[in-house]
């Protein structure tokens, strides 16, 4: 079973930078599907980016051009990278795994980041 366990969140002033990571217990080379989520209170969980297939990268209207995706694959890590933050941008942050495209999603438990002044 994949474990993912995400940190770097916390408080940052508006127009400030964070980066996520997200480590995973089993090599992430070949997996389908890594992603991040948020959800902020009182809203369901969206979509931030994702990388499928190793290849494409996809990222929600909201975060482009701010945002950034990677993996590390030696240190089997997903990353986010997030600039010029906004107070819009507080939410919970979720790491996804999904190592293969009819297989089960695996979730962290969440990272707290808080854009305010």
């Known amino acids: 079973q994949v474990q993912l366990v995400e940190s770097g969140g916390g408080l940052v002033q508006p127009g400030g930078s964070l980066r996520l990571s997200c480590a995973a217990n089993e090599n992430i080379f070949s997996m389908h599907a890594l992603g991040w989520y948020r959800q902020a209170p009182g809203k369901q969980r969206e979509l931030v980016a994702t990388?499928?297939?190793?290849?494409?990268?996809n990222y929600a209207d909201s975060v482009k051009g701010r945002f950034t995706i990677s993996r590390d694959n030696a240190k089997n890590t997903v990353n986010l990278q997030m600039n010029s933050l906004k107070p819009e941008d507080t939410a919970v942050y979720y790491c996804n795994a999904k190592p293969y495209p009819y297989g089960t999603n695996y979730w962290g438990k969440g990272t707290l980041v808080t854009v305010s002044s």
């Open positions: 990388i499928i297939n190793g290849v494409s990268v």
